[in-house]
């Protein structure tokens, strides 16, 4: 058993300005381990524990809905983290922009890995790139009105079945579908 996610890659000219972010980010908290530019995505739905019975139709579900969120348009909106700002572990860039298309395509994916017996993570979706990860909780809510962000806007692209590989230090994303 596995663990796979589907997600929306982003263009280079988002993963370049993320990069940006990031240099500027590691001057104000240099404690951040950044994650890689190069993996950038926006994540619909994360399926821990898929076997390849599974996998098959979820193959399927992302064929159904392949095309469907190509040119939703997008943008860098604030500086946020999980749990929340003010507990940070993670840091990421909320994302703007057509929103409602993004979770209504999600929603359609759930229901239908639901009906197939195929476990999802069933936390709310909020729209984001991730761009670095804290060792411990901090409060980050000054940083986040300090830290603005250039404006970025960018079009989703296909929507891709990624295999989630730990490979020690770092997740490797590998393709599937």
Known sequence: MHNFFIAHPVEQKVKSKVKLIQDRLSSFIPEAKLTNPNNTHVTLTFFPQVNPKQLKKLRQIINDHKKELLKVKLYF???????????????????????????????????????????????????HLTIARLKTKQNLSNFSE?????????????????????????????PIA
């Open 77 to 127: 909106d604030r500086i946020d983290g999980f749990p929340d700002i003010k507990k940070a572990q993670v840091l990421y860039i909320h994302l703007g922009g057509e929103i409602g298309k993004l979770m209504t395509t999600a929603e359609s994916i759930r229901n239908k890995a639901h009906l197939n017996g195929i476990v999802f993570d069933p936390k709310t979706l909020i729209p």
């Open 146 to 174: 300090l830290f603005k962000l250039p404006k970025v806007e960018f079009n989703l692209g296909e929507l891709i079945l990624y295999q989630s590989l730990y490979t020690g230090p770092a997740s490797l994303y590998l």
